[in-house]
């Protein structure tokens, strides 16, 4: 039977949402909120803190299995969309928070949702597969 | 069975990004000042070439947009090795999304799409010509003399120089939606009245170059007084004007002596701006500056470009001003100023332009080589000039004078006067230190 193993069993996620929260700013704003988020991103990773982290693409698909449908996405509201992550390496949800809090762009729009990731051991696994085999869950 | 561990290496692989997965901590490039503001200043140039300057607000979208995209990938994936040439090519690929869909520019496709080609992969010195002589085209049409000056203003600060407009509205005191209504009806006049973007000839360039000047002459004003706004702003308007200027003095189109003697104005003016503060950003002046703080760079750039103002016998009041500028920023210490020379500027400037203000200049020089009484004299003689009893800097003036001459209760009046009429905290902090120095000494 093929199982699908988690990367990450624990660490949080941070996500960074709404897609539109730059457009007012000017060329020195960008500059200024990009070169400190640059030194955010690397002083994370140096600390280790950081597992992995990417920008998303704006456009997507929305597939709904219930329709069959496949949708422009990732949302008909921009604002909602997650514009890229964080995955991080930090075991409690108040230091996530406190990590999450220093984005050089919250003051400028941007929502960050900060998710703790579900640990998931191979007896985790099992009562999943056997309670919900058809639900996989991140 | 556990395959893997649980963070670490296999996370890493699967995210193709730089960097992520070194140990050491990494390098991070810097960008220089601006760069963002200036590239934006070069791109929208660049791109209202292609678009035409009736889609100036595309052009700048579309630049808008490759700065957001910087904004999004950047912090993850590093700053590129040419953070300059990714924009643009960044700026090029929206411009050619944005003309496929375009009905109005699938029409003129195969000619756009051809000028978008040739862009370069990388900056190359003939494509800097051709920026700068986009950017010059830009600055004649913004500042077009069917424009109301405003807009023209608010325009060049906002198209050649990246300026939003919050930082505009910051820097004339008004607001946002003022500001954007401002450059909304500006873009509008522009494509109504059929603006070309193109350097005038002939006779036409002399007359069209004044208004350029007068523009940038505006712009460094507005960031060189302390009459309103943030200042942080304000002095971002000065470079930027320097900016402008020099770029505009390196093109033959523009290589007039009056164009050197603006910029020269400027630039001898701007050396002495590190020493107009104190500590506590409180305004001093010239005779209380710590000389040592001046720009000598500056400086020396200043008397350059005086010196190539002197070619030919053109004489106008940005030649004058530079003159007395030079006077001052070669003068070892205030008493040792060139004052008769000073005075012979501005009673020259004078012949050429009446402005109250230059009068009430002129009477501080007046009295810097006639004396306090002399120069309280030229103050009366002219109070009644152009409003200028209800101007805070004729009482500051006065009062400096009367005090000179131990007349201590006349100058606390003139500075009480002065504090009434400026709305500014630096001037108030300052009028009152003197008014301050008037009362305890009597």
């Keep these: ?12 996620l941070l996500l960074f949402k709404s897609t539109d929260w730059h457009k007012d700013l000017s060329p020195d704003q960008i500059q200024q ?14 600390e280790g803190k950081l597992i992995a982290g990417s920008p998303l693409e704006n456009e997507g698909r929305v597939v709904s299995t219930k329709t069959g449908s496949v949708a422009d996405g990732p949302f008909a509201e921009s604002k909602e969309a997650v514009g890229g992550y964080f995955l991080l390496n930090v075991e409690s949800m108040d230091e996530a928070v406190a990590i999450a809090k220093q984005c050089p762009a919250l003051g400028h729009g ?18 999943d597969e056997v309670s919900a085999p058809s639900h996989a869950t991140a | 069975m556990l395959p893997g561990r649980p963070h670490g290496g296999r996370s ?6 730089h960097g992520l997965s070194a140990e050491a901590p990494t390098e991070i490039p810097r960008l220089t000042d601006h760069l963002f503001r200036h590239e934006a200043g070069k791109l929208v140039s660049a791109l209202t070439g292609i678009f035409g300057i009736h889609r100036l607000q595309m052009a700048e979208d579309v630049v808008q947009e490759a700065m957001v995209r910087a904004l999004q990938t950047w912090p993850y994936h590093g700053i590129p090795e040419n953070p300059a040439a990714w924009l643009m090519q960044t700026a090029k690929r929206r411009a050619l999304d944005l003309i496929r869909r375009e009905k109005f520019f699938r029409e003129n496709l195969p000619e756009i799409t051809a000028t978008l ?3 370069p992969e990388e900056e190359t010195p003939p494509f800097d010509d051709e920026i700068k002589d986009g950017r010059l085209r830009l600055m004649f049409a913004c500042c077009h003399p069917d424009l109301p000056q405003d807009a023209q203003t608010a325009l060049a600060l906002k198209t050649l120089c990246g300026f939003s407009p919050a930082e505009i509205a910051s820097a004339f005191l008004t607001t946002e939606a003022a500001i954007a209504k401002r450059l909304t009806r500006a873009r509008q006049r522009i494509a109504e009245l059929g603006i070309p973007f193109e350097i005038p000839e002939g006779t036409e360039l002399s007359s069209r170059l004044d208004g350029v000047l007068r523009i940038l002459y505006l712009l460094f004003n507005e960031g060189y007084s302390a009459s309103s706004g943030d200042s942080v702003v304000r002095g971002e308007l000065c470079q930027e004007a320097i900016r402008l200027a020099e770029s505009l003095a390196t093109h033959p189109a523009a290589d007039h002596p009056r164009m050197h003697a603006l910029l020269s104005m400027m630039l001898l003016n701007a050396a002495r701006l590190p020493a107009r503060e104190d500590l506590r950003g409180n305004i001093l002046l010239l005779k209380d500056q710590d000389r040592t703080r001046w720009d000598r760079s500056l400086i020396a750039r ?13 004489l106008t009041e940005y030649h004058l001003q530079a003159g007395i500028a030079a006077c001052h920023s070669t003068a070892s210490d205030y008493d040792d100023t060139d004052w008769p020379r000073i005075l012979a500027h501005y009673d020259r400037w004078l012949e050429i332009s009446a402005s109250p203000v230059v009068a009430l200049n002129r009477a501080v020089a007046y009295g810097q080589v006639h004396g306090a009484a002399a120069g309280i004299a030229e103050l009366e003689a002219i109070r009644d000039q152009g409003h200028l009893d209800g101007y805070y800097f004729f009482h500051a003036v006065l009062g400096d ?10 100058a606390a009046a003139s500075f009480t006067r002065a504090l009434q009429l400026t709305a500014v905290k630096q001037e108030q902090l300052f009028l009152t230190d003197r008014l ?6 009597e």
Excluded at chain 1, 34 to 46: A, H, I, V
Excluded at chain 2, 302 to 314: C, P
Excluded at chain 2, 401 to 410: H, I, N, S, T, V
Excluded at chain 2, 436 to 441: K, M
Aim: aromatic residues 6%.
């Design chain 2, 302 to 314: 200043g008397l350059v470009h005086l010196h190539e103002s002197a070619a030919g016998r053109d």
């Design chain 2, 436 to 441: 301050r120095a008037c009362l305890t000494r």
């Design chain 1, 110 to 127: 941007i929502i960050v949702e900060v998710r703790p990731v579900a640990p998931c051991c191979p007896a985790d696994r099992m009562v």
């Design chain 1, 33 to 46: 909120i990009m070169t400190r988020w640059n030194d955010w991103f690397e002083g994370l990773k140096n």
């Design chain 2, 12 to 17: 890493l692989r699967s995210i193709p990004r």
């Design chain 1, 1 to 12: 039977m093929a199982t699908i193993t988690p990367t990450h069993t624990s660490g949080h």
């Design chain 2, 117 to 119: 080609e040739q862009w």
């Design chain 2, 401 to 410: 004078f009367q005090e000179r001459l131990g007349q201590l209760e006349a």
